[in-house]
């Protein structure tokens, strides 16, 4: 059974909630439990808007949409959640296994009442996003992803690659709590990743790297790339995706991403009755801020393609 609750707040605090989330101009903010998870939830624009669910990736949490939140498109409703274990959301109740996330954030959705939304997806939101398109289809107006790859790889389409991967990926996997408590990794992190670094000054890398010094969002990230590793790649490289997206899907692609090639992306491998790439120049992989303009005309043209 979904476990489905929406309140403001708790009278005694969880370690999750011991530090305040960074401060976005004219955002709602709201606690919703679904599915065993705690999930913070950030809003932006009208409540009876046009409702379009945002999610995030590693090693980030909804602050990564501030842009999209502090300026919402006209007659769309912004909800950003903190995945299960990130930002200020409480722990999942599972190691973070990406089709039992998949879930919660489909519990979410029938949580907040909504029938149907528009997606957004960066890094390992944009994989659970093409997850929850693959099993819902019929919950989802379109897909706007970015800076992912699509889940329709063979091991021929991912060698070539796999080296960006070990870079960081057995580390977080093995001494990931260690990692993100106690050294400036997530700084390196920021710094090999990222092209256009105005938008990330010292204060935004510390609403992300000082959030992941709490152990229970340390303990997320490790899962994370920990259950991806030792379950979730050898069993994709067994059992390819054989589902096929109807779901009007438009990816987003920052071509300076140091850690997913954007050939992983590629429309021509998309097994999609609508799927596009569009390359950015001079975009690393953190998209949603080096170029904010870009996703939200981007999403603005994706809602008026599926009004």
């Known amino acids: ?121 960066h890094d390992w939101g944009g994989y659970i996003g093409h997850l929850m398109v693959l099993r819902e289809p019929e919950r989802f107006d379109g897909y706007l992803v970015l800076n992912i790859a699509h889940p329709w790889q063979t091991p021929r389409s991912v060698l070539p690659h796999l080296w960006r991967f070990m870079v960081y990926q057995p580390p977080v996997a093995a001494f990931g709590s260690y990692l993100h408590q106690h050294t400036r990794f997530l700084d390196l992190i920021f710094a090999k990743s990222i092209k256009n670094h105005a938008e990330f000054g010292p204060d935004v890398l510390r609403a992300y790297t000082d959030r992941f010094r709490d152990p229970v969002v340390a303990r997320a990230a490790t899962d994370t790339y920990r259950t991806f590793l030792l379950r979730e790649m050898p069993r994709a490289g067994r059992h390819g995706e054989t589902r096929r997206a109807t779901v009007p899907i438009r990816a987003l692609f920052g071509v300076d991403d140091a850690a997913v090639h954007h050939s992983l992306a590629a429309a021509e491998t998309a097994k999609a009755d609508d799927y596009t790439l569009e390359r950015v120049t001079n975009c690393g992989h953190f998209i949603t801020e080096e170029r904010p303009d870009l996703v939200r005309a981007r999403l603005i043209t994706l809602a008026a393609e599926t009004a």
Request: hydrophobic letters at 40%.
């Open 1 to 121: 059974m979904r476990q489905q609750q929406r309140d403001s707040g708790s009278a005694t605090p969880t370690a999750t909630e011991a530090a305040d989330p960074p401060v976005i101009p004219g955002v709602r903010r709201s606690f919703v439990t679904a599915r065993g998870v705690r999930f913070h939830v950030t809003e932006a624009g009208p409540a009876a808007g046009r409702p379009v669910l945002a999610l995030h990736g590693w090693p980030q949490h909804h602050y990564a949409y501030r842009h999209l939140l502090a300026d919402p498109p006209e007659g769309l409703r912004i909800i950003v959640p903190d995945l299960p274990g990130y930002g200020w959301s409480g722990p999942a109740p599972h190691r973070w296994a990406k089709n039992e996330v998949a879930s919660d954030v489909l519990a979410l959705i029938d949580a907040l009442g909504l029938d149907h939304v528009l997606l957004v997806g």
